[in-house]
């Protein structure tokens, strides 16, 4: 009876066979779960669902994040319902002093970054300043 056991045990480890005695063996396939493609068909499904349009020639976004930082976007794709926006694409997150024409879409309630950013500035061209030497003339003769 134990040998019997141990013959079913060992062909049951072995590949299953889809006929009988003689039969090619079916072999085990492999499936690779791809979870980003799946979760980008579940989010076009709910974005056709609320109606979403895109709009086209959108060179760049930007974020403002509190603690002076920009989400940077180059190229977005951009969709629109009522109210609602969706940006997506590469994005890098920057400082604020390395994108210098954002300065102009800043609004009131960045002031305090804006005035970080001269302070910043200013103190940078101080200290240039002081590594230059004084200019000496050898031209003159006395």
Do not use: C
């Not at 090619?24 to 493609?37: A, D, N, Y």
């Not at 609004?107 to 590594?131: H, P, R, V």
């Amino acid at each position: 009876m134990d040998a019997e056991i141990a013959r079913l045990n060992k062909l049951a480890e072995e590949r299953v066979r889809t006929g009988g005695k003689g039969t090619m063996r079916r072999k085990q396939q492999v499936t690779h779960k791809s979870t980003t493609s799946v979760d980008d068909k579940k989010l076009h499904v709910k974005l056709a669902n609320l109606g979403v349009k895109p709009i086209g020639a959108v060179e760049e976004a930007n974020f403002f994040k509190a603690d002076g930082n920009i989400i940077h976007f180059k190229n977005p794709s951009i969709q629109t319902a009522s109210k609602t926006f969706v940006i997506s694409g590469k994005n890098e997150t920057k400082p604020m002093a390395s994108i210098p024409h954002v300065i102009a879409q800043l609004g009131a309630e960045n002031l305090n970054q804006i005035k970080k950013m001269a302070d910043a500035f200013s103190a940078a061209k101080n200290a240039n300043t002081d590594d230059i030497p004084d200019l000496v003339s050898f031209d003159s003769k006395q």
